[in-house]
């Protein structure tokens, strides 16, 4: 949500609020309509997420549809062609996996 540009905090007569993740993912489809889908996809994560962290038990069925549901919202809302991902990994290997604000000159991988 800090990607997205949803504040994590509310305000309100002078007073500030911390909004949960639930209130963020809702303003999140509010602020971003073409991407509600993957709002609610968010959702059924942070669900699953809760129920890892305050309810008893979590099965790995559980954590593997979560995988499955965060493969799919990054697809929606993030460039993932084949090409894209090959580039990256293409840059990421020429710098030696150095950040790239730490190289002031990079040789251009060959297309």
């Known amino acids: 949500m800090d990607w997205e540009g949803i504040p ?23 602020a971003k309509p073409t991407f509600s889908k ?13 129920v890892g962290s305050h309810g008893s038990v979590i099965r790995v069925l559980d954590v593997l ?9 990054i697809q929606q809302l993030y460039d993932t062609s084949p090409a894209r991902i090959e580039r990256k990994a293409e840059e990421i ?8 604000s ?6 251009m991988p060959p297309f």
């Not at 549809?65 to 919202?73: E, G, K, N, T, W």
Request: without cysteine.
């Open 8 to 30: 994590r905090k509310w305000s309100s007569n002078g007073k500030s609020y911390n909004l949960s993740l639930h209130r963020r993912i809702e303003r999140f489809k509010t």
């Open 38 to 50: 993957a709002a609610d996809l968010l959702l059924a994560v942070k669900w699953i997420g809760n």
């Open 102 to 107: 730490h190289i002031t000159s990079l040789p």
């Open 93 to 100: 290997i020429a710098r030696k996996g150095l950040p790239a």
């Open 65 to 73: 549809d979560a995988v499955d549901i965060l493969d799919r919202i």
